[in-house]
């Protein structure tokens, strides 16, 4: 194989593994021991370590694989080992569950080099058989390829990307120039490439996903009416009589559901800062032993029995559940004859940023109209000022559609849980009530930033006049000294706008 890093895997591999035994010494596996440095690192060394096995199993799978393609007959590796397929010869040698060794295969495949016709033995003979090649690869799959091999990412991460971004679909678009979607995919892959340390490989794989649909618009209603068509509901009962359900959503249904659950959940994760009505319910919801699964199940129930004009109070307490979506103004043309709007683009959910397409967008805003939010030249939302000490509705609609979520780089929470932060505090620095000074976070990451010291600042290029946000540390207990800021990102599908 080749190697797209600056150092092979095998070379990698047995620096991580020195690493790890210089930590850990010769005798028993014990890390109870260690200072929290030294077992940070212990796992960052075995990480990598795994990183480069994951790479040498995958490129020894693929080979594996080609090797044993089914035009060579009982002439392929596998066939001459007794198995029926690579995969089967895999699976045997490496313990692995034939999904893993199929994603692994996938993984090699990608990475291997263009390889020349070889000689392999067919029985006694030997003759030339022609085992596939792989093709030369595009721009976006070559650094996706060159992270996996350099240990920038690991295999599972190379999956999520690969698997969410899926080809860039150029015959769907035959009046754009044919390397503008490939470009596009590129520009997308170094942003996810870049924010992968801070998700887990489940969010990676939402936010490649959210990248593919706001770069192809015409494929967001193929896939919601895919989704649409398997929709199922089915229920069954058990042996010991116990009901039980299996529901296959839609993209929209899926959205309403979320949006109650959310609601539903709300009293017991926040945000804090409510009226005071709102206060003791949630003290109460707080108080309630019942599981969140129960909660939630619950709360599906009621709907269903108060059917859809139930009273929110009765359901839901302080907040009736409602899907948002945002769409740019652009999009949305006059009304046709008929008196409705039309909208020429896709729109995203608020919460997660998953995209759905034009149809759906004007039944919304059809049913329950829309809230227009005003951007300056630069791309921020325009300021409001001081007079308020809590940001207002229109705000915190303006930081959401900026931001996607809350803002800490390792936090997953849609707006829904958000609170918003003066990035001055309101009392200790005078801070304006602004959107450019606002950042929305989840109640747990609100606390911390409060309770530890963290702080967040806003820099402004003069030139350019794009903000950049940074979370700064608190200083360190030993020494007193501050460790290096943390650029925060924005996770709103607006960040994979193609040039």
């Known amino acids: 194989m080749s190697s797209f890093g600056s150092a092979s895997p095998a070379l990698r591999l047995t620096d991580a593994a ?42 020894g799978s693929a080979e594996v694989a080609r090797r044993s393609a089914r035009d060579l007959g009982y002439g392929g590796l596998a066939q001459k080992r007794g198995h029926r397929t690579g995969t089967g010869l895999v699976q045997q040698i490496t313990g692995l569950a034939r999904g893993d060794v199929t994603r692994a295969v996938q993984a090699g495949e990608d990475l291997a080099p263009v390889v020349s016709v070889v000689s392999v033995e067919r029985g006694a003979e030997a003759t030339d058989a022609a085992i596939p090649a792989l093709p030369a690869v595009s721009q976006w799959l070559q650094l996706l390829r060159e992270a996996l091999s350099s240990g920038r990412i690991t295999q599972a991460q190379f999956h999520a990307i690969r698997a969410g971004l899926g080809e860039p679909p150029v015959d769907r678009y035959p009046d754009l120039d044919p390397q503008f979607l490939p470009a596009a995919w590129a520009r ?24 593919r649909d706001r770069l192809d618009p015409v494929g967001v209603t193929l896939r919601f009416e895919e989704r649409f068509a398997a929709r199922s509901f089915r229920t069954w009962a058990d042996g010991s009589g116990q009901r039980h359900a299996r529901i296959v959503f839609d993209d929209d249904a899926a ?84 008196g409705s709007m039309q909208v020429t683009g896709v729109g995203h959910l608020e919460d997660g940023g998953q995209a759905v397409p034009a149809g759906v967008v004007e039944k919304y805003l059809c049913d329950a109209g829309a809230i227009p939010i005003l951007w300056d030249a630069d791309g921020r939302p325009l300021d409001v000022g001081r007079e308020l000490r809590l940001f207002s509705r229109t705000q915190r609609l ?88 943390t650029r925060l990102r924005s996770k709103s599908p607006r960040r994979f706008t193609a040039a």
């Not at 918003?420 to 609100?446: A, K, Q, Y």
């Not at 600042?457 to 007193?480: A, F, K, S």
Request: charged residues 25%; hydrophobic residues 40%; glycine residues 8%.
């Open 398 to 485: 303006a930081i959401g559609t900026r931001d996607g979520g809350c803002i800490w780089p390792s936090c997953s929470a849609p707006i829904s849980q958000c609170e918003f932060h003066h990035i001055d505090h309101w009392w200790e620095h005078h801070g304006r009530t602004d959107v450019d000074d606002g950042v929305p976070l989840c109640r747990n990451c609100h606390l911390r930033l409060h309770n530890q010291g963290w702080r967040i600042t806003r820099h402004r290029d003069e030139e350019t006049g794009i903000d950049t946000y940074w979370l700064h540390p608190p200083p360190d207990p030993q020494t007193g000294e501050f460790g290096e800021p």
């Open 18 to 59: 020195a690493r790890v035994a210089d930590r850990l010494g010769t005798g028993d596996l014990v890390v109870a021991g260690l200072d929290d440095d030294d077992l940070l690192g212990l796992l960052a060394d075995a990480t990598e370590a795994r990183k480069a096995l994951e790479l040498i199993v995958a490129t």
């Open 188 to 211: 997308a892959v170094h942003l996810l490439l870049d924010e992968a340390d801070t998700l887990t490989v489940e969010d990676l794989r939402n936010q490649a996903r959210v990248a």
């Open 255 to 338: 959205a309403w559901i979320d949006a109650m659950l959310q609601a539903a959940l709300r009293p017991r994760r926040g945000p804090r800062f409510v009226g005071a009505d709102a206060v003791e319910k949630s003290k109460a919801v707080k108080a309630d032993d019942r599981t969140n699964e129960q909660l939630q199940y619950d709360t599906m129930m009621a709907v269903l029995r108060t059917g859809a004009n139930a009273d929110p109070t009765q359901a839901f307490g302080d907040r009736q559940p409602g899907v948002r979506i945002v769409v740019e103004a652009s999009a949305i043309v006059a009304a046709d004859e008929r």
